[in-house]
Structure formats: structure tokens, C-alpha cells
């Protein structure tokens, strides 16, 4: 998996990326058609926004976490993406799963009509 990193008001240092790969290297493994994730971080009135976007089965998916501090901000942004491609997966896998058909049972009108014409 690809991660494309991008830093406003943030210089992106080797460590940061390393610590990137890291945190995204179990949702690689849970979702392999995963291609690339496009993260950008930025820093406004003293608070780290990181926002995460990637294409995921056909659907643009998004997150974002922020805090004082940088790291905590990705932990966030994390998690919150892991559940977002979670519930996106589970989607998928509704749709295959055959939908039961309503049956509506025979009125009791009908039946008594049947028996009584015998």
C-alpha cells in the first residue's frame, strides 16, 4: 500500500513517516485491495489536524483526528479510518447474502370459501 503524505505548517521528517507506516501496516493486511492513502497533515491554533483519504471498493472514503499533540492526532485519524473501511466492508458483504422474500399467507376468507364449497 501506497501512503501519500502531504504537511501544511508541518515539516514531514523520516521519523513521522516511519511512524505512518507503522500505524497503517495492519490495515494493509486486513484490507489488501487497499491501493494508496492520501494523508495530510497540518497544524492551526496550536492543533494537529490529520486527515486521511483513500478509494476503497468503489467509494471514497475519509477521516480525521486531531489534537495538541501530532502523534495522538494519527492514533486518532487510525483508528477512525479502520472503523470507516470496517463498516464499508461489511457493506459489501450485505449485499451478497441473498434477501429472504416475503411470503404473505393465504387469508383465512379463502380457505373457509375452499371448505365449504366441498
Known sequence: MK???SGHHVEITDSI???LEE???KVSTHFPSLI???IIISK???EFNVEIRTNYEGASLAAKGNDPVMYP???SAAKKLDTVLKNRKGQ???DLHEKPELIEPEST???EEETNLN
Do not use: P, R
Open 109 to 111: 376468507d379463502e380457505v
Open 73 to 75: 492526532a494519527i492514533t
Open 92 to 94: 459489501l458483504k450485505a
Open 36 to 38: 494508496s492513502l492520501d
Open 17 to 19: 513517516k516511519k511512524h
Open 23 to 25: 500505524k497503517f501496516a
Open 3 to 5: 501512503i501519500n503524505t
Open 44 to 46: 492551526e491554533h496550536g
